[in-house]
């Protein structure tokens, strides 16, 4: 997807929809590298399932413009994820690459909430970015407790 121009509101927020429609793919990798026994793994299925209510925000937000999402990205369906863990991970390298995808996803949140010209479009952007910062605090958390 190209980059939304800086003052097209409704490409911003869309460039965060996608984001996080790449990210559902990406935790449900995740979720299958961490055994279910593992506090992350808890953590990995509370991040998906907020994923998925974001992307549930952000896609009514554009019905509310008059936008329909898929007209501008394709679906989940119809993208090509990449395999994260080809080899397997244990927990640090899961939450070392979460992150990762989670400050990335955080950029494009901070500049699509920016870019906004009204309070209905800044409110999920603003769930979304509280949200991230919740979880990378969390998987930051959970390597401090994890390392020796």
Not at 123 to 145: F, H, K, N, S, T
Request: aromatic share 2%; hydrophobic share 40%; net charge negative.
């Amino acid at each position: 997807m190209t980059s939304p121009r800086r003052h097209d509101p409704i490409a911003a927020l869309n460039q965060v929809l996608s984001e996080v429609i790449d990210e559902v793919a990406g935790i449900k990798q995740a979720r299958r590298a961490v055994p279910k026994t593992h506090e992350l793994h808890g953590l990995l299925d509370q991040l998906f399932s907020d994923l998925r209510g974001w992307a549930d925000q952000l896609m009514e937000r554009d019905r509310a413009l008059g936008i329909s999402a898929l007209s501008v990205m394709p679906s989940v369906a119809g993208r090509e994820p990449a395999n994260l863990w080809p080899h397997g991970a244990d927990d640090q390298e899961v939450r070392g690459v979460v992150d990762r995808q989670l400050g990335r996803l955080a950029e494009h949140a901070a500049a699509a909430l920016a870019a906004q010209e009204n309070d209905e479009s800044r409110a999920p952007l603003a769930e979304v970015e509280r949200g991230i910062l919740a979880y990378r605090q969390a998987l930051a958390d959970a390597d401090r407790d994890q390392s020796p």
